[in-house]
């Protein structure tokens, strides 16, 4: 099921803002395409577009991001991860934002029960 524009016949491709959250990070990014998975959970983000900007200004928290998702063809993020989607008229500037937690090594990993062993 793929989110479409209320807009429907406009020639322009919508494009979406997604927040979501993943290790530790808040990441504010943006996208073509927003489905419902297949994998039952998840939110499935394609085609991921970056701020058009000039070659002598560059941004390195957008090119950072450009680096982490160069090769990714689908992006797939739990439910419980994105905090809000947008649809907007234009796509804009791609930010990480470190979010607060209250152990600076706190990597926001699953709890893993104890192992019994039978000595």
Same mark, same amino acid.
């Given at each position: 099921?793929?989110?479409?524009?209320?807009?429907?016949?406009?020639? =322009? !491709? +919508? *494009?979406?803002?997604?927040?979501?959250?993943?290790?530790?990070?808040?990441?504010?990014?943006? &996208?073509?395409?927003?489905?419902?998975?297949?994998?039952?959970?998840?939110?499935?983000?394609?085609?991921? *577009?970056?701020?058009?900007?000039?070659?002598? *200004?560059?941004?390195?928290?957008?090119? &950072?991001? =450009?680096?982490?998702? &160069? +090769?990714? !063809?689908?992006?797939?993020?739990?439910?419980?991860?994105?905090?809000?989607?947008?649809?907007?008229?234009?796509?804009?500037?791609?930010?990480?934002? &470190?979010?607060?937690?209250?152990?600076?090594?706190? !990597?926001?990993?699953?709890?893993?029960?104890?192992?019994?062993? !039978?000595?």
């Amino acid at each position: 099921m793929e989110i479409v524009s209320s807009l429907g016949m406009n020639k =322009k !491709k +919508s *494009v979406f803002r997604i927040f979501f959250s993943s290790q530790g990070k808040g990441y504010e990014i943006y &996208a073509r395409k927003v489905n419902q998975s297949d994998i039952y959970g998840f939110v499935e983000i394609e085609e991921i *577009v970056f701020g058009e900007k000039s070659a002598i *200004v560059v941004d390195p928290n957008e090119e &950072a991001l =450009k680096n982490e998702f &160069a +090769s990714v !063809k689908r992006l797939m993020i739990p439910y419980h991860s994105i905090s809000r989607i947008d649809e907007v008229e234009k796509e804009g500037q791609a930010k990480v934002i &470190a979010l607060a937690t209250s152990d600076p090594g706190d !990597k926001s990993t699953l709890p893993v029960p104890p192992l019994n062993r !039978k000595d």
